[in-house]
C-alpha cells in the first residue's frame, strides 16, 4: 500500500468558500433552523440554543450579505420581522440534512 | 400560501452536533484536506491558507479527541508524524465535496 503523498495538497477553494460561511460558530444551525421555514428573530434565538440577540443579529446580517437569507418585513401594523431563506440558502437545506445524519452516526461521543 | 409557523422551532439535535465541530473555523478544511490523503503538520498548514502552528495543533488535537482524525507517529529514524482520516472522518468527505459544490454554485460573491 502506497500510504504516501509527494504532491503539496491545498485545500480546494470551494470548500474554503462553503466553511468562510459554515465554519463560523452558529451560522450552520441557523440555516438549519430556517430550512423548516421562515422565522421571527426571538422564534430564531430560542431554536439556536446558547445564541445571544447581539450574535445572532450579526450572523442574521451576514447571512444576508452572502444572499443565503431574506429578512422579510411586514409594515403591519403591528410590524413583523421574519427571515427565509433565498433560494441559494435552500440548496444547503439537504446538504444540512446529510451532516446531521453524519453527525448522529459518527458524532455520538462529543462532549 | 400557508407562510406562518405556529410551532416553536428548535435546531436538530444532530446538526448541532455536526456543528459543534464544523462550527469551528478551519475544522471543516482541515477535513477536506486529510480527504485527499494522510498529510503532515506542515503539509496542513500550507494547505489550509491562514492557520497558525498553535491553532492548527489545537484542532488536530480536538478532532482526534472527536475520533475523526487519527495521529501516526513512526518511530523512524527519523520520527515521522502524519494524521488521517478515521473511519468516521471519511464517512464526512463525500459530503464536504457536495458543500464545495454548493458553495461554487451559491457563494460566489463572497468576499
Known sequence: ????????PRCDAAVTRAF???GKRWNGMIMAVLG????????????VDGISDAVL?????GLA???LVIRDV?????VSVRYHLSEAGEQLSPLLDQ?????A???VEVR
Do not use: C, I, K, Q
Request: overall charge negative; hydrophobic content about 40%; proline content about 7%.
Open 105 to 107: 452516526t459518527n458524532l
Open 57 to 61: 443579529s450579526e450572523r442574521l446580517a
Open 20 to 22: 468562510s460561511v459554515l
Open 65 to 67: 450579505e452572502v444572499g
Open 36 to 47: 423548516d421555514g421562515p422565522a421571527s428573530f426571538v422564534m430564531l434565538r430560542r431554536a
Open 99 to 103: 451532516l446531521g445524519r453524519w453527525a
Open 1 to 8: 500500500m502506497d500510504n504516501e503523498r509527494h504532491d503539496l
Open 74 to 78: 411586514d409594515a403591519g401594523p403591528p
